[in-house]
C-alpha cells in the first residue's frame, strides 16, 4: 500500500506563492501518474494537473495554465506543484494522487487513481 503524505500548504495573499510536495515514503513514483486534485468547500474534487511516468508530459486545467508547474524530483522521489500568482479560487485542499498507469500521458480522472494523500489545506485571502 502506497501511503501519499503532502505538504507546504498555508495561508497566503493573492499573487502570493506556494510550493507543495508529495512524497511516497520507502516508494519510488518513478512508475505512477501524479496528478494533483483540489477540493473547495461545497465544491467537487477537481483535477488541477499532471504529469505522466514514462516521458514526463503534463497537463493542466485551463484555470491554472501558465501558473501553476507539475514536477517529478526522481533524488527524493517526490512529485511538487509550484503555485504561482494564486488567486482566491485556488483556495482549498490539495490532495495528490498516483494512478497505476506507466505511460507518455496522464490523467485527472478522480476514479482512476489508485492512492491518494490525506490532502493540505491551501487559503488565499487578503
Same mark, same amino acid.
Given at each position: 500500500? *502506497?501511503?501519499? *503524505? ?9 499573487? =502570493?506563492?506556494? #510550493? ?30 499532471? %504529469? ?11 484555470? *491554472?495554465?501558465?501558473?501553476?508547474? %507539475?514536477?517529478? $524530483? ?15 479560487? @485556488? ?10 498507469? $506507466? ?5 485527472? @480522472? ?6 491518494? =494523500?490525506?490532502? #493540505?489545506?491551501?487559503? *488565499?485571502?487578503?
Amino acid at each position: 500500500q *502506497v501511503q501519499l *503524505v503532502e505538504s507546504g500548504g498555508g495561508f497566503v495573499q493573492p499573487g =502570493g506563492s506556494l #510550493t507543495l510536495s508529495c512524497k511516497a515514503p520507502g516508494y519510488s513514483l518513478s512508475y505512477y501518474g501524479m496528478a494533483w486534485f483540489r477540493q473547495a468547500p461545497g465544491k467537487e474534487r477537481e483535477g488541477v494537473s499532471c %504529469i505522466a511516468s514514462m516521458d514526463g508530459s503534463t497537463y493542466y486545467t485551463d484555470s *491554472v495554465k501558465g501558473r501553476f508547474t %507539475i514536477s517529478r $524530483h526522481s533524488a527524493n522521489h517526490s512529485v511538487s506543484l509550484q503555485m504561482n500568482g494564486l488567486k482566491p479560487e @485556488d483556495t482549498g485542499v490539495y490532495f495528490c494522487a498516483a494512478e497505476m498507469r $506507466h505511460g507518455r500521458s496522464c490523467r485527472t @480522472d478522480p476514479s482512476g487513481m489508485a492512492y491518494w =494523500g490525506k490532502g #493540505t489545506q491551501v487559503t *488565499v485571502s487578503e
